[in-house]
């Protein structure tokens, strides 16, 4: 069965600084999705960015950005000049056929 | 936009009742999906459906069941609610296209008592 590993429980970063969130997952798959989501205190979950596995590019969105890693089975979210609306719980997803596989979150703090 | 509603936001349940938690969607979804949320567990499937009257269980099924008679509604069933039942649950819809994301309602935070 798939696994999707977070870290990291908690992280802060300064307002205006770059953070990297790590995901780590386990699979036998060669073909696959991973998504970022992001849950704020509202606790909407949101869709931050998404990565087809063979896709070598990195997904960007705006301040958003992934270090994928196929090989080390590492799926990172990088956040470039944080602001404090990025504040929030972040999840790693793995789509596994119709099913979402998420890590165990980690709590994004931003400091002013 | 793809809109997911849940029936409430908070609820507080005896133990022993019968919970009904509902969720609708309107982007006719085929997907739809039921986890249950809890501090440093993340997010857990309970239960999904891939169509009308079709369900499958995920990975923590027990104590719970599930119903789908309409495409836009989806509903979960706790049978006789405890207090291990006490937690967030949030209700979620995809279309089958495995790069679409699922969409994600506010969740309803069930206290059991």
């Known amino acids: 069965a798939q696994t999707v590993t977070q870290s990291q429980p908690e992280m802060s970063v300064q307002e205006a600084e770059t953070v990297t969130l790590s995901c780590t997952y386990d699979?036998?798959?060669?073909?696959?999705?991973l998504f970022w989501y992001k849950q704020p205190p509202s606790r909407q979950m949101i869709l931050v960015i998404r990565?087809?596995?063979?896709?070598?590019q990195n997904a960007t969105e705006n301040r958003f950005s992934v270090n994928f890693q196929k090989a080390a089975k590492s799926f990172s979210l990088k956040i470039s000049d944080s602001q404090l609306g990025d504040a929030a719980m972040y999840f790693c997803?793995?789509?596994?056929?119709?099913?979402?596989?998420f890590g165990q979150g980690t709590r994004l703090t931003i400091n002013p | 936009d793809v809109k997911v509603t849940q029936s409430s936001r908070y609820l507080v349940k005896r133990t022993g009742e019968k919970v009904f938690l509902e969720c609708v969607q309107d982007?006719?979804?085929?997907?739809m999906f039921w986890y249950r949320q809890d501090p440093g567990l993340g997010l857990r499937l309970i239960y999904f459906?891939?169509?009308?009257?079709?369900?499958e269980k995920g990975d923590i099924p027990e104590g719970y069941s599930v119903s789908r008679e309409k495409k836009e509604r989806f509903s979960l069933i706790l049978e006789s609610a405890s207090t291990n039942q006490t937690s967030m649950y949030l209700c979620?819809?995809?279309?089958?296209?495995?790069?679409?994301?699922?969409?994600f309602g506010d969740g309803t935070r069930l206290s059991i008592l």
């Open positions: 997803a793995y789509r596994s056929g119709q099913k979402l596989v």
């Open positions: 982007m006719d979804h085929e997907n």
């Open positions: 459906s891939y169509d009308v009257k079709m369900k």
């Open positions: 990565q087809e596995a063979y896709k070598q």
């Open positions: 699979t036998s798959e060669s073909d696959y999705y």
């Open positions: 979620a819809s995809s279309d089958r296209n495995a790069y679409q994301p699922q969409h």
